[in-house]
């Protein structure tokens, strides 16, 4: 079964500093990445997500990911965070076609004003 | 077009009690979803299932059963909550792999 590694559970950024979270994935074959997020009192939504082609993928509010396939990576990035990024954001994985993804365990992301 | 709703929002249980959760999607999907997240665990997988009338287990199913009886609906019950089943419970649902969440229920069981 594959896992997902999540090695910041928490960062605190001043507005305007550089985000990048960590995501590794455990699977060998063809998977699917998403990037989650889930601000204070709100569901998750869906942040970007790579299935095939260029590897590096816009999202929504600024937000980028790079899926390097030789580090079973797909890290997100964001040049500059404000204060409304502030949220918890989960990478997901799944088995291209299985339609079960597995979780990373979060990242708590605080953005100080 | 609501997406996914879950009933109810908030919900306190003495241990021993039974209760059902609700999910609701109206976008015509055919994979549902029942996880639970805890702090620092993540979301976890309990139940799911690909169609009406078919399910089947995830991570952590003991404690939970579940039925998809209409395609639009999927319930998450606990026959006898314990305090180990206070948590958030999210439903989801997906198209093209990409999963839609709903906007959970917080279960307390003393």
């Known amino acids: 079964a594959q896992s997902v590694s999540q090695h910041n559970h928490h960062v605190i950024l001043s507005e305007a500093a550089s985000l990048e979270l960590g995501c590794n994935y455990s699977y060998g074959g063809t998977v699917n990445l998403f990037w989650y997020v889930q601000y204070p009192g709100q569901h998750l939504q869906l942040l970007l997500k790579y299935f095939s082609g260029d590897p590096l993928v816009k999202g929504i509010k600024g937000f980028e990911a790079e899926f390097i396939k030789s580090k079973f990576s797909f890290n997100l990035r964001k040049p500059s965070v404000q204060w409304s990024d502030t949220a918890e954001y989960f990478c997901a994985v799944n088995i291209r076609g299985s339609y079960i993804p597995t979780f990373g365990r979060g990242t708590s992301l605080i953005v100080h004003p | 077009n609501a997406g996914v709703t879950q009933t109810p929002k908030f919900r306190v249980l003495k241990t021993g009690q039974s209760m059902t959760l609700l999910c609701a999607q109206d976008?015509?999907?055919?994979?549902m979803y029942w996880y639970r997240q805890d702090p620092g665990m993540g979301l976890r997988l309990i139940h799911y299932s690909v169609g009406e009338g078919t399910t089947a287990k995830g991570e952590v199913p003991d404690g939970y059963n579940v039925s998809r009886l209409k395609k639009q609906n999927f319930l998450l019950g606990l026959e006898s909550a314990a305090p180990s089943q206070t948590s958030v419970y999210f439903c989801?649902?997906?198209?093209?792999?990409?999963?839609?969440f709903g906007p959970g229920t917080r279960l307390l069981v003393l």
């Open positions: 976008m015509n999907h055919e994979y």
């Open positions: 989801a649902s997906t198209q093209q792999e990409t999963q839609y």
